[in-house]
Structures are given as C-alpha cells and as structure tokens.
C-alpha cells in the first residue's frame, strides 16, 4: 500500500504513529462480509484535511454494485443464527467492547477525526470520541431489557408481544460528528439485533472504517457491520432504495431527506431522518446576560457552525438587544480561529470547499438583505476552508439569513418585544430541531419550553446530547426519536402472539 504524496503535508503536527500508519495503508477499503476490499469499480476519492487542502488518502468509492453485495452479506449475517440467536448477553458484551475499544483508541480516532473535519482535536477528545464510547457503552446496556408484554387476554387465550429486529438497516450518516453520527446508529441498531450496511459521508470517511476494524477486532461475526464509503448519488442512493433494506436511518440535508422518504416507498423500508435546524435560542432580559451570552456564543459557533442544532437565531428582548449584541461581538472576537491541532483553536475550518463556498454565499446574502455585519463577515484569506465568526445584527426573521441552515459559524440576532412575540417568531421556521429558552422566571422557562415546536429544548443552557434522552425534530427536521429507550422503536418491530388455551 502506498500512502498519497501529500500526505507528510496532510497531517503536519500529527505525533501518533498509528495514525500516520492508518492513513499511509490508502486507499481506504469497502468493508463487505467481514473483508476489506475495493470497490468493484476499482474507483477511489480522495479525502481532504480541509485545514491545509492536502490529500489525507484515497477512499473506495462504492457503489450500487457494492452495495448489492454489502445487503447481501448483511442480509445472510442476520438470517444466519450466528447474529439472530446469540444471546442478549452476547450482544451486550459485543458493545461493551467496542466502547471499550473506542477508548483505548481515542487518541488515535481523535486524530481522525480533527484532520478529516476540521474540528479542534482538543473537542475531538473531550466530546466526540468519549460520546461514541458512552453512546456504545449505553447501548449494551440493552439487549437484556428489551422486553415484551402479556396482554389481559380472555381466557381461552393467552395474549403476548415479543419486539424483533427489522433486519437489514442501511444507515446514511454526515460529516459534522463523524464517529458520533456512527455510534448514534450503528450501536442501538446492534443493540436490538439487526445487521448493517452504513454509509459515512464522503468528506469524513476516515474514523468510520477505523470503527469498522474496532468492530471486528471485538469480534462482532463477519456481515453484521458492513461498510460502503462512497458519495450520495451512488453509494447513498442505491442503499436508499434497496429493495431488501429494511430500514433506514438518515442525518443530514431536509433535501436529501425526503429523497431518501421518496426512494423509500420501493418496498415500504421503515425511515427515521434527522434533518436540518433553524434553532431559536430566546433570551428574555431577565436572564442572567453572562452565562446567556458565553452560551449563546457557542451554541452558534461550536464545531464551526456545523451543527444541526446550533442556535442560529438569537432573539433578544428589546431593552437588552443592543447591549447583548455587543457582548456578543466581544464573545465571537475571543474564538480562536486557526489551527485544529493548536491547544488555542476553538474554531477549525469548514469541512470542505462546497461548504465553504455556501457559507460565504450567505455571507453575501445576509449583507444584500441589509443585516448590518456585527462582527466577522468573511473568510480568512489563504489555505483552509476557514471563516471569521460572524455575528448578523439587525436581522429579521424573514430574512433569508434566519430562515435556511447555513451551517457554518453564522448567527443571526433578531429582537423581540415581549413574550408572545417570542415564541411566534421562534415557531416561525420549517425547522424544528431544537430551541432555548434563558429567563429567571420559572413559570415563563416552562410556559416558553411548553410552546416551543422543538425535539429539544434547553432552558438557561444551550446544546448537548446525552444517550439517555430522546433526540429528533418536528416538522421538517424529520421524524422518529433516536437515543434513549426510543431508539429501540427505531430497530424493532413488534409480534403479536395469540395461544389458544
Ligand atoms: P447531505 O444531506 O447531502 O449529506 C448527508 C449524507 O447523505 C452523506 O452521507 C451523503 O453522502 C448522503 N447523501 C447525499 N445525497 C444522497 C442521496 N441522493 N441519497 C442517499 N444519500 C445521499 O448534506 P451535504 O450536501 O453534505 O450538506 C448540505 C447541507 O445539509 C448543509 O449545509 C447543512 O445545511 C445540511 N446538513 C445537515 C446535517 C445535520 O446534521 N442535520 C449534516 C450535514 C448537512
Ligand atoms: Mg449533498
């Protein structure tokens, strides 16, 4: 195997020998029936450190053909009795060491993961890999509680359900949390029995296949996890529209999304998407300004913007609008914008140039509409796909800039007069992702929460997922509830069984 010629560029400042020597075995292999092999095409793409623009390695590019074979693999794996009838015990321990593996690997896949999406290796360590981990270790947890019911039949009868995996899940996963959005799925989806085809995004790939080797060295049977790298069009699509998937599960655009819903209907595969947000995070005056603005700070800016939930729309109650926004500015000015591998570094680059480019057409659209720049307004001239943390002022929520996902390090602070008008402009989104709500007046927090239109809501707090609780939108931020116990109405069906006595 030989590494790319840009790699020794790719991942300057890198120590880990492991990390080098992962990336050095390129290209990067389709992982199909516990066998990492190319695709068949023979096609690669590249992986790009969108920090410096080099070439990390080369990708397999899977597609229809590797997919069929994936579903195949994944398919035989959940007939045959080594997957479906392994006790709940087994399945348990399984997940337990992969989570026990992510750890011992996480300087490793902290690496991966910041030189493949940009973001600081310092939140790589502290919040992605140690959530991928928990999220698995949550997960095994499972397979021993997922219980049926006896029902109060009559008594000629008796009555009971048994809940049972879908079966083949295709999994379709972005770029923003690469080893979470992987943990998110591929654990309750094991948890609950069902084997797996999963698709990372084609600008992350890396930590993906690093996880698939972790899950093969734990000793998950061959087929259970197979792995297509690969684009949308192509990879995702064909798995999208399978007619032997029986599920999928997809996070990313509300575009692709109801592609994925449509492409669904073939043979009537189970959905579950979790889409795109347009967050308002309400700050009434009696809050306590500090903590809201250091919080609203990174509920904007964190992992560079690129967050389904990030609180995009900022509402400020009128009497306090113009100082906040000033400490806001204060705020933004103090993310250190550079460098992912540097200690000092909050913000990293955007993912990739098609990112890039979209956030600075924002940018330009935001001061076509007349929003006035508070703070930021550009991109940071030479290599990276880099851009200032930008704070829009004077912004309405009818302006373009409050009503479509950005994803990139771009608020927007809108005033509001009382809270009525809060909670009609919050709600006046397609989104309904997330939202927030500061004030010290508990009655007002719970009312506002309550009238929210959101999978979640904070109050005096901003962002953060745990395991243990639900995550999903309303309207179009998609449907179905992943983490928590609901997660495993996501990976079982129920049977209902009637004895005759
Ligand atoms: P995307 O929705 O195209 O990509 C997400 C995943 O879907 C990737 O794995 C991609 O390969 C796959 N995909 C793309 N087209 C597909 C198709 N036709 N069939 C099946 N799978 C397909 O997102 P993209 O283009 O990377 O970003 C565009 C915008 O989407 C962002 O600016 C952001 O607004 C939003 N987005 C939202 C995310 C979230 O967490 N909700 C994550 C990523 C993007
Ligand atoms: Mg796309």
Redesign the pocket.
Known sequence: MAAVPSLERAVAGIKTRATINFLRDSPKKLLINGQWVAAKSGKTFESINPANEEILALIAEGDKADVDAAVTSARRAFDESKWSSITPHQRSRYLYKIADLIEQNADQLAELESLDNGKPLAIAKLADIPGAARTFRYYAGWPTKIYGETNPSDPSTFNYTIREPVGVCGQ?????FPLSMASWKVAPALACGNTIVL?????TPLSAIRLGELIQEAGVPDGVVNIITG???G???S??EHPDVDKVA????T??GK??LQ?SAGNLKRVSL????KSPNIIFRDSDLEAAVQSATRGVFFNSG???TAGTRIFIEQPVYDEFVERLIEQSEKMTVGDPLDEKTRLGPVVSR??FD?VKSYLEIGKGEGAKVATGGEAVPGAGYFVRPTIFAGVHNQMRIARE???GPVGAAIAFKDEDDAILQGNDTTYGLAAAVWTRDVSRALKVARALKAGTVWINTYGGADPISPFGGYKQSGFGRELGVHSLDLYTQIKSVYVKL
């Open positions: 379709i996963i972005p770029w923003n698709k990372p995004a084609e600008q684009f949308g069009p990879a995702g699509s798995i999208a997809f996070t990313g655009s575009e692709v592609l994925i492409a979790e889409l795109g947000g690129q967050v389904c098609e990112q979209r996902e950005i994803f």
